[in-house]
């Protein structure tokens, strides 16, 4: 025998046990007290259990079958986790559509993930009234948090059957999708299965158990998302909780004085968020300026400049950033660092369990993932299979793997500057120049150049209630970082903007493509 | 469309990631400073995974291929580790020898598991050398620890190539097999597939990192085994500390002083072990008097007193009880405790992660279980269908849940005893008894009797340098648990008998089995 060997005697009554997203709630209703809180409120994971059952029967009554695509819009809520459960435990999937997109990308990503049933906060009433005009495949409907009486979510749930039953299916059935957007061309659609999910819950409960104390989340913390639901599962992290039974507090839409509210009333002490949502509390907490102590913050989305991480600190707050994109589930990895040393904790971390990454030098320092949780493809075959090649994932980001055995990410591959034959990283300068005296942003891009092939330009956001930093000092300052080695002479951009604010994506990335518009 | 849907269009060459023993080294040489210690040997994770692709290109240029099934007989060493990576991570499977078997079970657990290769500690040899001689289909054969200057594992991996190369295959493929022991009939083959034992391995890591603090393992705690590493894979818990980076502590064969003066010098705070182990230890530091704090020992293996529990959270050990099986992979449930409430500490536990538990009231309360890895068979088609029934694995086990989820074991379906009408539990009774003054252990049996049914009959063993105990005035001591409620009129023993020893299986459970046969 040369081949691995499978067992020939199974019981013929042995259950096969499928990884499905029902099995989280295996048995966290009976041993947890602990409360979901969002709006006025607030119930118990035995309750919880229980909605869930009710939502998919409402669901079912409507029309809703195994295979269908129901699609979402809301804030972070409690409707929202229910449906992260109910739609994909009663085989169907659910799609979380981004609501920062403009009205003909939110029809696109609807039409192409083929819904046929919506749920939507009031808030999109007009937008969705308008959008399902043109849409007639979307049958159903339910409001959530609605003015409509006859259709409101907490209604039905209350006059649903507590009884639907959850069967089995493939592991493999897709659980949830959404839309990526990049800088360029249309969303893309990516898909996550049960498996998937599963494996991502379960080595990312072990991976955030397993941070130093204080820098992760366990049974006992409090948990509030500050990253919009729609957006990668919230990075995972809402499957983590329930499936530990922790106290979950969600904030609706988000409004910093109702987050810092929410902190202190309900005790959160674990969140995660973009950069620009970070700015925003800190922000709004130096009016009172009171610790923010014991929070806990994962930073993703785009890189941490460790000028803001330090200010965090300063409020109370430990922070440490984690890595992952929308194909990636979304966590790959995750910094552990020891304050006060802020630079470690602002590395994209160590890959996570089970995660295996790997930097081709021969594609400028590529960064090449597998896992179990990354999307197997995007809608169309063309784009899964430029995603994949040699059964790596591309991420399109450079990196580098530090002696300790964290990644470093350099760049996004096309933002890289290559500037008289050096690599130049858009990410360091941007780091360097927040860094800098008066500057609350900045943005770097490249511009072409005839002599030099590519040179630097950054546009600089000035700080708030400050004069605007001189441009020529803010080179002269730059230089001293020459002199230490920590970037090349060929980094100092060739022309400083300064600017009211910088674009960003719906999702809060500095927006490149429209900063490259913007100079051309 | 009324069934989940799969996705049309994966990439290609996307990585439909399997769930292989090989992925769980996937980063950790490069993310932990800790070393694995072992006798006078001690390395780092690197030198680990070093000589894990050594120990595969050994026995490959032994004639060692996939599907092949390679036995090991040995203490818990670095070895034994080795062997659990570098064997199934080949496509071979690893047969742990449980080397407490009498020569003719050893001779058939060999026999019926089909081993081609023999890796055998020195303290074997003549065993070995014995069994061998009706075995002609081991052919191959390694010594650990050996005279065997030619043979020996040490020199044979320093020479071994560093370059085999570990690839994909099924992830139902079957890792490992080993034969539980029960207390009738022959050993029965068990087996665990890749798959399996990863699910295992990060929902035990998860559940661990989330025990209250010093109650579970993490990162940086300091891991010695005390079950045999032929038992359930150690309870599972070296693939969790290697797939953690953990420092781990091999103590090679079980010597109570050993093990003391390993926990001092290596700094070992997490262990975990079977009642009589601890017992055994217990008495060992009884001279010094020493605190062993901090030390936490998950038990399990059959029930824990809670007067051995309070006797070691007196010696500065956190105690735990863990719940599970040969079957079960093992780790089912895991008890969590507030200390002093010991009694919580002593319940099976909350079932883990992923884990479902049901009590079937229709037979006598039995425990029922469903987890992703769970042995699916046994070597022969009859015991698999009878393990599982209904797609529920049938423990063999009362159980009863407690409101607060955890899980307490009452008996063994076949323990309980049934008198007067009235279910007295074995396992209840032994727990009183040895909380009287003057018992030290204690095994408890049915009679069969003609009035009543079934009696209770209790052998005692007392404790170390105090007088025999009065039979009479234990039963009168009992009648309080009466008087209180906590056991029925019927539970007071028909007979008492004072022993010098219990007989206990090789696994150190006490041997009903034997008590049977010696009340005949």
Same mark, same amino acid.
């Given at each position: ?17 499928? #990884? ?58 409690? /409707? ?39 749920? +939507? +906060? ?16 979307? %049958? ?15 209604? @039905? ?19 949830? =999708?959404? +839309?990526?957007? &990049? ?52 990075? &995972?992290?809402?499957?983590?909780? =329930? ?28 969140? +995660? ?27 993703? %989305?785009?890189? @941490? ?28 990895? @995750?910094?552990?660092? *020891? ?24 594609? &400028? ?8 949780w990354l999307t197997q493809g995007y809608a169309t075959q063309p784009d899964s299979d430029t995603l994949w090649a040699d059964g790596w994932m591309h991420t399109g980001d450079v990196a580098a793997l530090d002696g300790d055995g964290a ?25 360097? *120049?927040?860094? #800098? ?26 700080? /708030? ?39 960003? =994506? ?15």
């Amino acid at each position: 025998m040369n081949t691995p060997r499978i067992l020939s005697t199974p019981g013929a009554n042995a259950y096969a046990y499928p #990884l499905l997203i029902r099995h989280l709630l295996a048995n966290v209703a009976n041993q947890t007290d602990a409360e979901i809180v969002s709006g006025e409120l607030r119930f118990g994971y035995r309750a919880f259990v229980d909605r869930v059952t009710r939502l998919a029967a409402l669901l079912t009554a409507r029309g809703v079958r195994a295979g269908d695509t129901v699609a979402v819009m809301d804030w972070d809520s409690h /409707r929202y986790l229910e449906c992260y459960f109910a739609i994909p435990m009663m085989g169907a999937i659910l799609q979380t559509v981004n609501v920062r997109l403009s009205p003909a990308q939110i029809d696109f990503t609807l039409r192409q993930s083929g819904a046929s049933f919506l749920l +939507h +906060h009031a808030d999109f009433a007009p937008l969705c009234a308008q959008l399902l005009l043109a849409l007639p495949q979307i %049958g159903g409907l339910i409001v959530m948090d609605g003015a409509d009486e006859d259709n409101d979510y907490e209604a @039905l749930i209350a006059a649903a059957s507590p009884d639907f039953i959850f069967g089995d299916f493939d592991e493999n059935a897709i659980a949830t =999708t959404f +839309h990526t957007t &990049g800088t360029t061309g249309d969303p893309k659609q990516v898909f996550f299965s049960h498996r998937q999910l599963v494996l991502h819950t379960i080595a990312l409960a072990a991976t955030l158990a397993n941070q130093p104390d204080g820098q992760g989340m366990r049974r006992t913390n409090v948990y509030m998302p500050m990253t919009p639901m729609f957006h990668v599962h919230a990075w &995972g992290m809402p499957y983590v909780a =329930t499936m530990l039974g922790v106290k979950q507090v969600y904030p609706g839409r988000y409004d910093p004085a109702t987050l810092l509210a929410l902190k202190r009333r309900e005790g959160v002490d674990f969140s +995660h968020c973009v950069p620009t949502i970070l700015r925003m509390l800190l922000d709004a907490n130096a009016a009172g300026g009171d610790s923010l102590a014991p929070w806990t913050f994962v930073i993703g %989305g785009s890189a @941490l400049p460790a000028a803001l991480a330090q200010e965090a600190e300063m409020a109370g707050i430990t922070i440490l950033a984690g890595y992952g994109m929308s194909e990636t589930g979304p966590v790959v990895a @995750l910094a552990r660092g *020891l304050q006060p040393d802020v630079a470690k904790c602002c590395r994209a971390g160590f890959p996570a369990i089970l995660v295996q990454a790997r930097i081709d030098m021969d594609k &400028g320092g590529e960064l090449l993932l597998r896992a179990p949780w990354l999307t197997q493809g995007y809608a169309t075959q063309p784009d899964s299979d430029t995603l994949w090649a040699d059964g790596w994932m591309h991420t399109g980001d450079v990196a580098a793997l530090d002696g300790d055995g964290a990644l470093r990410i350099v760049d996004r591959l096309k933002d890289v500057i290559k500037s008289g034959g050096e690599w130049v990283s858009s990410v360091d300068l941007e780091d360097l *120049l927040v860094a #800098l005296p008066g500057v609350a942003e900045a943005g770097v891009i490249a511009m072409p150049d005839a002599k030099w092939g590519e040179r630097p330009v950054a546009f600089i956001v000035a700080a /708030r209630g400050a004069p605007p930093p001189d441009m020529d000092l803010l080179c002269v300052q730059l230089q001293q970082h020459v002199a230490s080695g920590r970037i090349s002479r060929y980094a100092i951009p060739e022309r400083l903007v300064l600017v009211e604010a910088l674009p960003r =994506t719906s999702v809060g990335k500095i927006d490149k493509k429209a900063l490259r518009a913007m100079l051309a």
